[in-house]
């Protein structure tokens, strides 16, 4: 007796825990019932802090409950990614994270305590865009070709501004496939990277949008390519890099929002339908455009295959160069 008894009373404490497992999906349907936390792992004011709010806004309405955009800088904002990763997987902490501080960081750092596609899951890309290398306008270089020339010509002179990785990184693969000559001075935005150019403390610098298609519109600095294979709608005549002979240097960073690994696939869905609703709509997509960035463009089982093919795009590249970054 007291042998089945063990057995039963197993089996009724296997059942209870079954029965507990199940309950939390069964609750999934409430979800959201409370504010959900969208963490960006910058300061406010910029770029990515700009695309949460404006998703938040819309996420809000689109799903009933309030989203709460919260600001953890740190580390190039793999401390966010980290913290988010640690996080409940309830659908209710969810990361607002730059390619640079994910797929870059995951390329790059071989320690990090955190994975773009391992501890965390891919949601939906809010926007993606290509950079812009440029010039100083004294530069006699009409086009890359040329500037690739000068720099072998003027070793001396052949320098570049970087305030991140992800821009080394691309001038690095520039630098491999053309055979382009160039020192990285180090700065610490991307405003001061443009200013050093037209300043000419450096010879070029590959940067993003914001801050550099003024100036080329400006004249203040000359736009020579764009990274990718078309042009970019905001400098219509600057050619792509694979008009100017270079189709291999193809980047396109992107900021995307990301939920913890172990996140339940309902909340998933419901997540990932009213994110990209949101970045989708009109209004938002035309503040995104504003931006020079393009919204959206990916579902979330692409914005992963994105993530993993730029870990290792830019893991060769920092591998050929001999590159070294610290953390």
């Given at each position: 007796m007291r042998y089945r008894r063990s057995i039963v009373t197993a089996w009724l404490?296997?059942?209870?825990?079954?029965?507990a497992a199940v309950l939390p999906a069964g609750a999934q349907s409430d979800y959201p019932s409370r504010p959900i936390h969208l963490v960006v792992g910058f300061a406010a004011g910029g770029g990515n802090d700009i695309f949460a709010r404006l998703v938040a806004d819309k996420a809000s309405q689109i799903l009933g409950q309030t989203v709460v955009v919260e600001n953890k800088p740190g580390a190039g904002g793999r401390l966010s990614a980290e913290y988010v990763s640690n996080a409940a997987p309830d659908g209710y902490t969810?990361?607002?994270?730059?390619?640079g501080a994910t797929a870059i960081a995951a390329a790059i750092y071989p320690d990090l305590k955190f994975h773009p596609t391992k501890t965390l899951t891919p949601l939906a890309m809010i926007a993606n865009f290509p950079l812009f290398m440029v010039t100083g306008g004294d530069n006699p270089s009409s086009n890359l070709k040329e500037f690739v020339e000068w720099t072998k010509q003027h070793p001396d002179r052949a320098n570049y501004a970087s305030s991140s990785p992800a821009f080394t990184i691309t001038v690095e693969l520039l630098k491999l496939k053309s055979g382009m000559v160039g020192t990285m001075i180090p700065y610490k935005s991307s405003n001061e990277m443009i200013l050093s150019v037209i300043q000419g403390q450096t010879a070029m610098t590959i940067a993003d949008g914001p801050p550099t298609v003024p100036q080329?519109?400006?004249?203040?600095?000359?736009?020579l390519a764009v990274t990718g294979k078309e042009r970019a709608s905001e400098l219509p005549d600057v050619p792509s890099m694979a008009e100017a002979g270079?189709?291999?240097?193809d980047v396109h960073l992107w900021s995307g929002i990301f939920a913890p690994i172990a996140t339940p696939p309902a909340i998933v869905a419901k997540l990932d339908k009213a994110l990209n609703e949101a970045i989708a709509d009109p209004g938002v997509a035309a503040k995104l455009k504003a931006l020079a960035v393009n919204p959206g463009g990916a579902t979330?089982?692409?914005?992963?295959?994105?993530?993993?093919?730029?870990?290792?795009?830019?893991?060769?590249?920092?591998?050929a160069a001999n590159l070294k970054f610290e953390e």
């Open positions: 404490l296997g059942a209870a825990i079954s029965a969810l990361l607002v994270g730059a390619s080329v519109k400006a004249g203040k600095v000359k736009g270079y189709p291999d240097v979330p089982a692409e914005f992963k295959r994105i993530i993993e093919s730029d870990i290792v795009k830019f893991g060769d590249v920092v591998k």
